[in-house]
Protein backbone atom coordinates (compact mmCIF):
# COMPACT_ATOMS: atom_id res chain seq x y z
CA UNK A 1 0.00 0.00 0.00
CA UNK A 2 1.44 3.19 -0.98
CA UNK A 3 0.08 6.98 0.96
CA UNK A 4 -2.47 7.69 -1.94
CA UNK A 5 -4.05 4.52 -1.16
CA UNK A 6 -3.88 4.95 2.39
CA UNK A 7 -5.18 8.39 2.38
CA UNK A 8 -8.25 7.32 0.25
CA UNK A 9 -9.12 4.03 2.41
CA UNK A 10 -8.43 6.41 5.43
CA UNK A 11 -11.02 9.33 3.88
CA UNK A 12 -13.84 6.44 4.06
CA UNK A 13 -13.55 6.60 7.37
CA UNK A 14 -14.18 10.44 8.28
CA UNK A 15 -17.16 11.73 10.22
CA UNK A 16 -19.33 13.01 7.25
CA UNK A 17 -21.31 14.82 10.65
CA UNK A 18 -18.07 17.33 10.20
CA UNK A 19 -17.88 20.96 8.69
CA UNK A 20 -14.33 21.06 6.92
CA UNK A 21 -13.20 23.47 9.35
CA UNK A 22 -14.01 21.29 11.93
CA UNK A 23 -12.77 17.95 10.40
CA UNK A 24 -9.22 19.74 9.86
CA UNK A 25 -9.62 20.57 13.78
CA UNK A 26 -10.69 16.97 14.68
CA UNK A 27 -7.93 15.18 12.28
CA UNK A 28 -4.83 18.00 13.85
CA UNK A 29 -5.82 17.84 17.33
CA UNK A 30 -6.14 13.58 16.93
CA UNK A 31 -2.54 13.81 15.19
CA UNK A 32 -1.38 15.42 18.50
CA UNK A 33 -3.39 13.23 20.73
CA UNK A 34 -1.95 10.08 18.61
CA UNK A 35 1.57 11.52 18.89
CA UNK A 36 1.17 11.77 22.57
CA UNK A 37 -0.22 8.18 23.11
CA UNK A 38 3.17 6.46 21.18
CA UNK A 39 5.35 9.27 22.86
CA UNK A 40 4.24 7.90 26.11
CA UNK A 41 4.50 4.40 25.30
CA UNK A 42 8.13 4.87 24.10
CA UNK A 43 8.83 6.49 27.21
CA UNK A 44 6.90 3.51 29.58
CA UNK A 45 9.69 1.24 27.22
CA UNK A 46 12.93 3.28 27.58
CA UNK A 47 13.08 5.12 31.06
CA UNK A 48 10.67 2.71 33.25
CA UNK A 49 12.31 -0.67 31.68
CA UNK A 50 8.67 -1.71 31.10
CA UNK A 51 7.13 -4.00 28.36
CA UNK A 52 5.56 -2.35 25.40
CA UNK A 53 3.66 -4.59 23.35
CA UNK A 54 4.86 -3.55 20.10
CA UNK A 55 1.34 -4.63 18.46
CA UNK A 56 0.64 -1.53 20.68
CA UNK A 57 2.90 0.75 19.75
CA UNK A 58 2.27 0.01 16.07
CA UNK A 59 -1.33 0.37 16.52
CA UNK A 60 -0.87 3.82 17.74
CA UNK A 61 1.91 4.75 14.89
CA UNK A 62 -1.54 3.56 12.95
CA UNK A 63 -3.58 6.12 14.73
CA UNK A 64 -1.09 8.63 13.94
CA UNK A 65 -0.77 7.83 10.40
CA UNK A 66 -4.39 8.40 10.01
CA UNK A 67 -4.67 11.42 11.47
CA UNK A 68 -1.58 12.81 9.72
CA UNK A 69 -3.49 11.91 6.12
CA UNK A 70 -7.02 13.40 7.13
CA UNK A 71 -4.75 16.75 8.08
CA UNK A 72 -3.68 16.70 4.94
CA UNK A 73 -6.55 15.80 2.74
CA UNK A 74 -8.64 18.73 4.64
CA UNK A 75 -5.67 20.81 3.73
CA UNK A 76 -6.25 19.95 0.11
CA UNK A 77 -2.89 17.89 -0.35
CA UNK A 78 -1.87 14.44 -0.09
CA UNK A 79 0.80 12.18 2.44
CA UNK A 80 2.39 11.09 -1.38
CA UNK A 81 2.79 15.43 -1.43
CA UNK A 82 3.87 16.15 2.08
CA UNK A 83 6.37 13.40 1.96
CA UNK A 84 8.34 14.71 -1.45
CA UNK A 85 7.93 17.81 0.16
CA UNK A 86 10.02 16.77 3.25
CA UNK A 87 12.96 14.60 1.43
CA UNK A 88 13.48 17.68 -0.82
CA UNK A 89 13.31 20.05 2.34
CA UNK A 90 15.87 17.23 4.24
CA UNK A 91 18.19 16.82 0.69
CA UNK A 92 18.97 20.72 0.65
CA UNK A 93 19.64 20.57 4.42
CA UNK A 94 21.92 17.56 4.46
CA UNK A 95 22.98 17.10 0.75
CA UNK A 96 25.45 14.35 1.52
CA UNK A 97 23.31 13.02 3.92
CA UNK A 98 23.15 13.78 7.68
CA UNK A 99 26.60 15.29 9.78
CA UNK A 100 26.44 16.31 13.23
CA UNK A 101 28.30 18.96 12.44
Known sequence: MNFDEFQS???RTINPALSDRDRLLDAAMGLAE?????AGLVRKRVFQ??????????EELGDTLWCLA???DSLGTTLDAVARANI????????????PQ
Not at 34 to 38: D, F, H, L, T, W
Not at 49 to 58: C, G, K, T
Not at 88 to 99: D, I, T, V
Open 49 to 58: SRDVNEARLA
Open 70 to 72: ITA
Open 9 to 11: AAR
Open 34 to 38: EAGEV
Open 88 to 99: EKLAKRHPGGFS
